[in-house]
């Protein structure tokens, strides 16, 4: 087998910090908000849900790629990241069932990458100085050249990304089924959260972001969705105003990520960027409606306010985080509404939250 030289690639972070790696995906330049995710399984779903638009990825795990990528296990039609960080990546894949490698899939997304990186040394300097925005070139190896670079990247707090990841036309899911009818904002849903509507016989209609309510109701639906996303919430007025229609209309609502912060900005709740966020799948969640904790999925980087939660008449906390106390789901006490920060369709995740989506549908009844 001939071996191939590495090309060399850098990352520049917003303070200063920089390090040298070797390229992998697309020879390029990219920017975005760095983030890191401890999950060890699971790489093609992140690397395709549309959450993580704008977000440079930092995987924690050492080997990324040595199980190449599956057709059916993507999130979104293509990659939403900016950009790749890893340790050690394999141009190699083990899994027969794979399609292609992981390298051939990131130069087909046009996806930016570097590897060779101390990710641990990394992660734990973003733990402690925090998310901030970055640069990934394999093309650019002037430090002034990828400063100039790096201011052209918008920072994420008070940007508004729904509106660029959704969908372009509204479609329709399970139509053949006789279930309930869902109507779904679609502020950059993954696949495998309409897949858990279908597979329990729900008739799924997904809207675009900025639909109106009006809209939406025209098809008569039972129930009404919010998806996770992208952004900042704070940015995303023309989304609570339609769920405080939906809520005026006394309609069942679920929300999910930034469903969740949508749901508790329309019922006058505040929601922050965090320092670092949320991102893995082993983060201890605890049910404090039945006492369990349960082992969650999760990617955010924005949150509802525990103070102004608790200082609210309109809703409560059903789910609290149990590494920091932050909240992890709510309801609101008069309306037949509920939302979860983390994700129970858990894809890559365990499966311990994913009875919400029946706790919904026995709503819609």
């Known amino acids: 087998m001939k071996l191939v030289a590495k090309k060399k690639a850098v990352l520049l972070l917003q ?4 390090y040298e790696g070797f390229s992998i995906g697309k020879t390029g330049t990219s920017g975005g908000e760095i983030c890191f995710n401890t999950g060890m399984t699971g790489y093609q779903e992140i690397y395709t849900d549309p959450s993580y638009f704008g977000q440079i990825i930092v995987n924690t795990t050492s080997h990324i790629g040595n199980y190449g990528v599956h057709d059916e296990e993507i999130e979104s039609k293509t990659t939403s990241i900016k950009g790749l960080v890893v340790n050690e990546f394999s141009n190699g894949h083990s899994r027969t069932l794979a399609n292609d490698s992981l390298q051939q899939f990131l130069e087909n997304h046009d996806t930016v990458g570097i590897e060779g990186i101390d990710t641990r040394k990394l992660v734990r300097h973003i733990r402690k100085a925090g998310a901030m925005n970055a640069v990934i070139s394999s093309e650019i190896f002037d430090k002034q050249e990828l400063e100039i670079k790096l201011n052209e ?3 994420m707090a008070s940007l508004e990304l729904s509106s660029v990841v959704t969908t372009d036309e509204v479609y329709d ?4 089924n006789t279930g309930q009818k869902v109507a779904v904002l679609d502020l950059g849903i993954k696949s495998s959260i309409l897949d858990n509507f279908t597979e329990r016989n729900c008739q799924l209609r997904v809207f675009p972001a900025k639909t109106s309510f009006e809209v939406m109701q025209e098809w008569k639906p039972d129930g009404y969705f919010l998806s996770n996303g992208p952004g900042d919430p704070a940015a ?15 309609k069942p609502i679920f929300g999910i990520c930034l469903g969740n912060q949508i749901l508790a900005r329309a019922a006058g709740i505040e ?5 670092h966020g949320h991102r893995g799948l082993n983060h201890p969640v605890k049910n404090l409606q039945t006492g369990k904790s349960e082992i969650t999925s999760q990617n955010h980087g924005f949150a509802v306010s525990m103070e102004s939660l608790e200082n609210s008449k309109e809703a409560e906390l059903t789910h609290l985080d149990l590494n920091d106390n ?11 509404a509920f939302s979860v920060q983390h994700h129970p369709e858990s894809s890559p995740g365990p ?7 029946d706790d919904f549908v026995k709503l819609l009844n």
């Open 15 to 18: 303070d200063g910090s920089l």
């Open 271 to 275: 929601t922050f960027k965090m320092h």
């Open 173 to 176: 899911l399970g139509s053949g």
């Open 351 to 357: 499966h311990d939250s994913r009875y919400l989506f």
């Open 153 to 155: 990247v918008p920072d």
């Open 236 to 250: 995303m007025d023309y989304a609570v105003d339609t769920v405080k229609k939906i809520l005026e209309a006394e």
């Open 326 to 336: 932050t909240v992890e789901g709510l309801r609101l006490l008069d309306k037949p």
